[in-house]
């Protein structure tokens, strides 16, 4: 079981460390209807994110060719690493410049205003259309794929991956249930740190993460 975890732990944290699902749950969770649209959220971001890494998990599974060692998780690593390279390098160019304030998408303006069906809908959304979001889960759950275990052992190291990677949701959610006055002041702490430095995130995890992902498909590959 080990030889799936290990390789897809990376991903798994490059996942949770996406700060837009980060900032969108925080504030729905200060909104009117903070808990049951939390819920919502929360439950919209496991079933997407199970989705997505079962869908890979089954796929490179089947694709595996019998007794040999499968090179489609390298040649998938490759693109995925230049993809995540070129995320980097894009938000570095598109970085808030000194004195300059970039203003939030505008559907995060009007967050508190959403039902319980759409804050699921949201989550669902932000991992399957976010690449920095996506491309880490895909390749993780590539990672799980090409690994010489069973289908048992593949389930499991999948359900670890959605675990770590639902971290940087469930984690704020369940301090929110549980918290004073004072917890819920550090949320919003949080949350404007995120915000503050979403840019330097977004740029450090992609270029860690596409070196890591280039390294393994070099090494897979020769």
């Known amino acids: 079981m080990g030889e799936a975890i290990g ?20 504030l729905i969770l200060a909104s009117p209807r903070g808990r049951a649209n939390g819920i919502a959220f929360t439950a919209g971001w496991l079933l997407g994110l199970t989705a ?21 998780p390298s040649w998938l690593k490759l693109a995925l690493g230049v993809v995540l390279l070129l995320l980097a ?54 990672s799980i794929a090409a690994a010489p275990t069973g289908g048992r052992e593949a389930a499991v190291a999948a359900a670890v991956l959605v675990l770590l990677g639902s971290l940087g949701t469930l984690v704020p ?8 006055g004072r917890t819920r002041r550090s949320l919003g702490e949080l949350r404007a740190w995120t915000a503050t430095h979403n840019a330097a995130i977004m740029v450090v995890v992609p270029l860690l993460l596409g070196a890591e992902y280039l390294g393994a498909a070099v090494s897979g590959l020769t």
């Open 52 to 72: 997505v890494v079962a869908a890979v998990v089954a796929a490179g599974t089947a694709w595996n060719p019998t007794g040999t060692t499968p090179t489609w």
């Open 89 to 142: 390098a894009r938000q570095w160019r598109e970085r808030p410049r000194p004195g300059r304030v970039t203003a939030p998408p505008v559907w995060l303006l009007s967050i508190d205003r959403l039902s319980a069906a759409r804050s699921a809908g949201l989550a669902v959304v932000l991992v399957v259309t976010r690449p920095n979001t996506l491309v880490p889960a895909v390749g993780g759950a590539a």
């Open 7 to 26: 390789p897809m732990l990376a991903s798994a944290v490059a996942v949770a460390l996406s700060p837009l699902p980060l900032i969108a749950l925080l």
């Open 173 to 180: 959610f369940a301090v929110h249930l549980r918290a004073d």
